[in-house]
């Protein structure tokens, strides 16, 4: 069993700044890599950036040099921190995990999902 809590999430005004967390816990072996996603209202879930266990990172386009993504290995943790956040930022911000379990006697790759927290851009 696996667990994927976001938080961090609120309301800021543009310009201003935020930073989520995300805590895997549970039966992991070993995680491959974490991802943040975002759903805006009326929109479809887009990917926003990705980290893997090598450290390896890629931001969506509209994002870049404004999000930063980041991980603490030792706690299964990811970090988000949003600069000069804007309005069209504002979305539920799903984090994502790409992992191996350990459970029954074998190996499990698996995908899991936090149920988002809330990041609303508005003066």
């Known amino acids: 069993q696996v667990q994927v809590v976001e938080s961090g999430g609120g309301l800021v005004q543009p310009g201003g700044s935020l930073r989520l967390s995300c805590a895997a816990s549970g039966s992991i072996f070993s995680i491959n890599a974490m991802n943040w996603y975002r759903q805006a209202p009326g929109k479809e879930r887009e990917l926003v950036a990705r980290i893997t266990s090598g450290g390896t990172t890629t931001y969506k386009d509209s994002v870049k040099g404004r999000f930063t993504i980041s991980r603490d290995g030792a706690k299964n943790t990811m970090y988000l921190q949003m600069n000069s956040l804007k309005p069209e930022d504002t979305a539920v911000y799903y984090c994502?995990?790409?992992?191996?379990?350990?459970?029954?006697?074998?190996?499990?790759?698996?995908?899991?999902w936090g149920k988002g927290t809330l990041v609303t851009v508005s003066s």
């Open positions: 994502n995990a790409d992992l191996v379990t350990y459970y029954s006697g074998s190996y499990h790759l698996e995908d899991y």
